[in-house]
C-alpha cells in the first residue's frame, strides 16, 4: 500500500468519526487530531523524501486552509473542528499524483481548492432541501414564518431557505437545530424577531433558555435551523475528490 492511499484511508477514517461525534454531540474529542495531523504529516514528509510531493504544495495548501479556517470561523461560518478537519485535508491531500491531468490542475491548482469546492457545492444542497419543504407547508396553506416579523422579501427568502418551524420540545431537546429565532421588547410590545446564521461558537443552550421564559409564545412552533456540521460536507468532499482524481487517473 502506497503512503498516499494510507493518508487517503487515515483521513477518511478520522474525518468520518469526527463528523458522526459533531452531528450526534456537537463535540470533536481533542485526540481524533492529535492522533490524525501528526500521522499524516509524517506520510507526506515521507511522501518529500522521495519527491513525490513538492514542500511548495504542502506550504501553499497550509496557507489556504489556515486563511479560510480563520476567515470563516470568525465569521461563524466554521467552528473549531471544521478548520481543524481543513488543515488535516491540507496535510493529508497536499498535491495531486503526477500523471494528474493539466485540466484539473488547471481549475484547482492544490488538491485541497478541489476538496473545499466539492464540499461547498455539496453543502449547496441542504438550504435546496429546506427551501423545497417549506415550499411544500406554503402549498398545503401553512405559513412557516407566521407570528415572526421579517422586515422585506429578501430576509424572508433566506428564512425559508435554512430555517424549519418545529415544536419547541423538538428544539429544546434535540442537537440538530438551533434556535432561529428570538424574542425583543419594541416600544413596550413583544415581538418575535428572526435571527440570521448562529455563530457555529455561540451558545446554543443559553439562546434557548432565554426562548423558554416565553414559551407560551411557542405554542404552535419556533424558527430553528436545522444544522449538519460543516464537517460532514468536508469528509464528502474530501472523499469524493480523491475518487474523482484517482478516476481520471485511470
Known amino acids: 500500500m502506497n503512503s498516499q492511499l494510507l ?5 477518511t477514517i478520522f474525518l468520518g468519526y469526527a463528523s458522526l461525534r459533531d452531528i450526534e454531540e456537537r463535540e470533536v474529542p481533542d485526540k481524533v487530531w492529535i492522533l490524525s495531523v501528526p500521522t499524516c504529516l509524517a506520510l507526506t514528509f515521507l511522501d518529500m523524501s522521495f519527491g513525490e510531493v513538492d514542500p511548495m504544495f504542502l506550504l501553499a495548501s497550509l496557507l489556504i486552509a489556515f486563511v479560510l479556517g480563520v476567515v470563516l470561523c470568525h465569521f461563524g461560518f466554521y467552528g473549531g473542528a471544521d478548520a481543524k478537519a481543513l488543515l488535516l485535508i491540507a496535510i493529508a491531500f497536499p498535491s495531486y499524483p503526477l500523471e494528474t491531468g493539466s485540466s ?5 491548482p492544490t488538491p485541497f481548492l478541489l476538496v473545499f469546492f466539492s464540499s461547498t457545492l455539496i453543502s449547496i444542497v441542504f438550504p435546496l432541501t429546506v427551501l423545497t419543504l417549506n415550499s411544500i407547508d406554503i402549498l ?3 405559513n412557516p414564518l407566521r407570528n415572526v416579523k421579517v422586515e422585506n422579501v429578501f430576509k424572508r427568502l ?3 431557505a435554512t430555517v424549519r418551524r418545529v415544536p419547541f420540545e423538538t428544539l429544546k431537546r434535540s442537537l440538530k437545530y438551533f ?21 457555529a461558537e455561540t451558545d446554543v443552550n443559553k439562546l434557548v433558555q432565554e426562548l423558554e421564559k416565553h414559551k407560551d409564545l411557542f405554542i404552535d412552533g419556533v424558527l430553528a435551523s436545522p ?20 478516476f481520471i487517473r485511470m
Request: aromatic share 18%; net charge positive.
Open 140 to 142: 398545503r396553506g401553512l
Open 104 to 108: 484539473m490542475v488547471k481549475f484547482f
Open 158 to 160: 433566506i428564512l425559508l
Open 7 to 11: 493518508k487517503f484511508l487515515l483521513a
Open 179 to 199: 434556535p432561529a429565532e428570538k424574542v425583543v421588547e419594541e416600544e413596550g410590545e413583544i415581538w418575535r424577531r428572526p435571527l440570521f446564521f448562529v455563530h
Open 227 to 246: 444544522t449538519i456540521p460543516m464537517i460532514a460536507f468536508l469528509f464528502c468532499g474530501f472523499v469524493s475528490s480523491y475518487l474523482t482524481v484517482s
